[in-house]
């Protein structure tokens, strides 16, 4: 079958419209299936390290990032207007077929908290940091652990961007020694902290470590309500493409970054929601037609739902949502797609 391509002069020349829908706040069902458009400087904003490549491409083509009202989005805020936030974070999970927006859907909701005041805690691709790792060294703070500086840093240039407000107000609750002379002592905004990570590349992972320790504790106060979002979470329990000098493999677990993030997972802590989703795309040693939790996750002991969890049914359809003990997943379609 012959493939239409079409020139971004032909490309400039289409008329798109795209509906001006209320705020995120009051999306509502009747706004289902329709699109509404993030300004751009608030795509930067909040979206610091880019978004999925394929609507990158749309936003650079059209000038604009029109992000679908998913039915999933919509459960979701409904979720997090009525949540008791003394109550144990609730975990969410989003699943579904290759395609079907899943990435999106956090997006929807990671923009939807940034605009109603919440620090969000974005991890965009948690399989980036299970593979392909260009430097792996010895932690300095636990000899079994190995750290990543290179993705450190790079996360937490991108957290800086996001959450430069919150940085200067929360201030450490003890005092942090990185060195013979460097240490960031208690009372100091959280900010110094992501400073020394970027400036000493070395100490990037712990420094990640202590911001994602600080703000789990200092949440629970409700001074600011923590969004934490994992694209792929999948990947914190599977298996790593990682190895040793002597060749032997590493474990998730083994990874400073996974797992001061599987202790995030744990919803131990009040006062904000972690939202996640399972990936196919960037899976290890998985197959290509697996998208079940069950499939993708298997049995973990961290928080995360069992395979006997009871999941919402796959008929076409926007999606569905159950929930159990706190854990609330939801399921999207090939019907998503417009």
Request: with cysteine.
């Amino acid at each position: 079958m012959p493939v239409l391509t079409l020139s971004k002069q032909v490309l400039a020349s289409i008329d798109v419209t795209v509906c001006v829908l209320p705020s995120q706040a009051k999306h509502s069902e009747h706004h289902e299936g329709r699109h509404y458009s993030i300004p751009l400087e608030e795509v930067k904003a909040v979206f610091p390290h880019g978004l999925p490549s394929r609507f990158q491409q749309q936003i650079k083509t059209f000038n604009e990032a029109c992000l679908m009202v998913r039915k999933p989005a919509l459960e979701l805020f409904t979720y997090l207007k009525s949540s008791n936030f003394a109550h144990p974070a609730v975990r969410y999970v989003i699943y579904g077929e290759k395609g079907t927006g899943k990435t999106m859907t956090l997006c929807h909701v990671v923009h939807y908290c940034a605009r109603q005041g919440w620090l969000v805690l974005h991890i965009p691709d948690a399989h980036l940091w299970v593979k392909n790792c260009k430097e792996l060294m010895k932690s300095s703070y636990k000899e079994e652990r190995l750290d990543q500086p290179l993705q450190a840093s790079v996360w937490l240039k991108n957290f800086k961007a996001s959450n430069e407000r919150f940085l200067k107000e929360i201030k450490t609750q003890k005092t942090y020694v990185w060195g013979k002379q460097e240490s960031t002592e208690e009372g100091r905004p959280l900010g110094e902290v992501v400073e020394q990570g970027l400036a000493r590349t070395r100490n990037a992972s712990d420094a990640v470590g202590v911001v994602l320790k600080e703000l789990k504790q200092q949440c629970q106060r409700g001074s600011f309500r923590l969004l934490v979002a994992v694209d792929g979470v999948n990947a914190l329990w599977g298996r790593t493409t990682l190895k040793r000098e002597d060749k032997s493999p590493v474990s998730p677990g083994e990874l400073t970054l996974v797992y001061n993030l599987r202790k995030l997972m744990m919803n131990n802590w009040n006062g904000g929601a972690i939202v996640t989703t399972l990936s196919q795309t960037g899976s290890l040693f998985k197959p290509r037609s697996a998208y079940l939790p069950q499939e993708l996750l298997g049995k973990v002991s961290h928080g995360l739902p069992p395979p006997s969890f009871t999941m919402g049914n796959r008929n076409p359809g926007w999606g569905t949502a159950s929930g159990h003990g706190g854990r609330v997943c939801f399921s999207l379609s090939s019907h998503n797609i417009l």
